[in-house]
């Protein structure tokens, strides 16, 4: 049908019109549209605020004891409301919120990390005579682009050779036996998210991998290119189409006796289309002096020893280094994408900046820091279990109302800016972007998320409709746990919409003799 003139003006208008009424049907049909629809009743008919999520919860997860949650009015009006608020459950990534703010708390926002590089040996021309040494510092994040900048110094200086080994120094860090064991119930051992923590690490240890079709066939890359692993490229170019998904292709490792990997990819891939992967595949300190050599040798230094990990002798003295930036940016990534690795980096670095003589274990340390900086604080930690920082980890344990107590204390410190700046926004960006969209809540909150088999949580701070902040922290430990995603929306939901500020009295949950108005 064709348009007048002045139909087709007001089309536009009509269209945004019809679109927003079909956008609000949807959200009063959905689960999270009824607090705003029941005037008071809430979701079940029950008064009572804490009473309804718990009831809510019930229905959902088919479980009284699945959920538990905190929601603690900072700066307005608002009741305390709990439930089941101190049972100690398995909190996922957002005890990832635990360690940078004690980071930031403990090291300081300023806190960087130093990557230096020495030598024994005098330069004479273009050759340095004598080994180079890496001293590494536990830089969280010490990217591919840093290495090169900082190796590109060497080249600048003239130097093409260097006679001697690459000895790669780790005693910054301090670990006693390992680290405890993740059981991932993944079918993916190389997967980023399970890379370990470690004084060399360089990169995030990860390899991307690509593979890209075009009129010549497909042609299969990676980057860093290292030597000792090997794309065995066995895709099938097609005519062009949609591209499919990553799960569409699969990426084998191979590994050989002598430390090579070749990684075997197979799938069908249309013309223009491409595909990638990111693995982690090579111990640290093999990655990391591949790595080394690898920038050098692209810039034209070759290396005539082999690689050893030793420590820096006392005389060495310093060519060049690489300073990380701030712990401010670190905590950013961390709590923004949820870097396991990161996460547990910065746990051994808060325990190698304050071991004690007695110490051999910066993991120990660092938990061992945390714990009495927040008994400093006055929260109650008992049962409490840190582990590795991360939340990476079948055994550990936070009850909400210490998350929630822990939360109060950060809007009260002096780096509150820096903490919520580095927490995924509502429906917005990082593990929140795909979370509470199309509700009105764009914005409103800054929430750490946290996933694992039988786990789903989240922690941090939304604003209600009268602008009072509230520090909120829900867990969902279930089995399954997949519906737990939507009793937390539902949480942040009726905080915002529905918040409790009235007169009706709401007992606290897990046996507490606390009660909360609202």
């Known amino acids: 049908m064709r348009l007048s003139g002045r139909e087709e003006i007001m089309w536009p208008e009509f269209r945004r019109s019809a679109l927003a009424s079909l956008a609000a049907f949807a959200l009063m049909a959905s689960p999270l549209a009824a607090t705003a629809e029941t005037e008071g009743k809430g979701f079940s008919g029950n008064p009572l605020w804490s009473n ?12 009284e004891n699945a959920m538990s949650m905190a929601a603690i009015p900072l700066n307005g009006p608002g009741i305390n409301q709990y439930v089941n608020a101190d049972t100690l459950m398995s909190p996922g990534s957002i005890m990832k919120l635990v360690t940078t703010f004690a980071a930031l708390e403990v090291l300081g926002p300023n806190h960087r990390w130093d990557t230096d590089f020495l030598t024994d040996g005098p330069m004479v021309g273009d050759t340095l005579k004598g080994n180079l040494y890496v001293r590494f510092g536990g830089d969280p994040k010490l990217t591919i682009e840093r290495l090169w900048t900082t190796l590109r110094d060497l080249r600048s200086m003239g130097i093409t050779r260097i006679e001697g080994d690459l000895v790669l120094d780790g005693s910054y860090f301090e670990v006693d036996g390992g680290f405890p064991t993740f059981e991932d119930n993944g079918d993916n051992p190389h997967a980023p998210f399970l890379v370990e923590p470690s004084a060399y690490l360089t990169n995030l240890n990860l390899m991307h991998l690509q593979v890209r079709a075009d009129e010549r066939g497909t042609q299969a890359w990676s980057t860093p290119s290292l030597g000792e692993i090997v794309i065995d490229n066995r895709v099938i170019a097609t005519a062009e189409g949609p591209c499919p998904s990553r799960r569409s292709f699969e990426w084998e490792p191979i590994f050989h006796d002598n430390q090579r990997v070749t990684v075997r990819v197979t799938g069908e891939l249309p013309q223009g289309c491409r595909t990638t992967t990111y693995m982690s595949l090579v111990p640290p300190e093999q990655y990391t002096a591949s790595l080394i050599r690898s920038l050098l040798m692209d810039m034209g230094v070759v290396i005539s020893g082999g690689d050893l990990n030793g420590v820096t002798p006392d005389g060495a003295r310093l060519v060049m280094k690489t300073t990380s930036p701030d712990l401010v940016s670190m905590v950013r990534d961390i709590n923004k994408w949820s870097s396991n690795v990161m996460a547990r980096q910065l746990l051994l670095t808060i325990g190698a900046e304050n071991r004690l003589e007695d110490e051999n274990d910066d993991r120990v340390a660092g938990i061992r820091v945390i714990y009495e900086w927040l008994d400093d604080k006055g929260i109650n930690t008992t049962g409490m279990v840190i ?69 789903r949580s989240i922690a941090g701070f939304t604003r209600d409709a009268n602008n009072t902040t509230w520090a909120v922290v829900g867990m969902v430990n279930n089995d399954p746990a997949w519906n737990g995603q939507a009793v937390l929306d539902r949480i942040l939901y009726s905080l915002h919409f529905r918040p409790p500020t009235g007169t009706a009295i709401s007992q606290a949950g897990s046996g507490s003799s606390e009660t909360s108005i609202q």
Not at 52 to 63: C, F, K, M, V
Request: charge should be positive; aromatic fraction near 4%; hydrophobic fraction near 35%.
């Open 52 to 63: 309804q999520l718990r009831d809510y919860a019930q229905e959902s997860l088919h479980n």
């Open 387 to 455: 582990d590795n920082g991360a939340g990476l980890t079948r055994h550990g344990r936070i009850s909400a109302r210490q998350g929630a107590q822990i939360l109060q204390h950060a809007w009260n410190s002096a780096y509150s800016a820096d903490l919520m700046a580095s927490m995924p926004i509502i429906a917005m960006d990082g593990t929140m972007a795909r979370r509470l969209r199309n509700t009105g809540m764009d914005g409103e909150g800054r929430i750490k998320t946290g996933y694992l088999e039988n786990v």
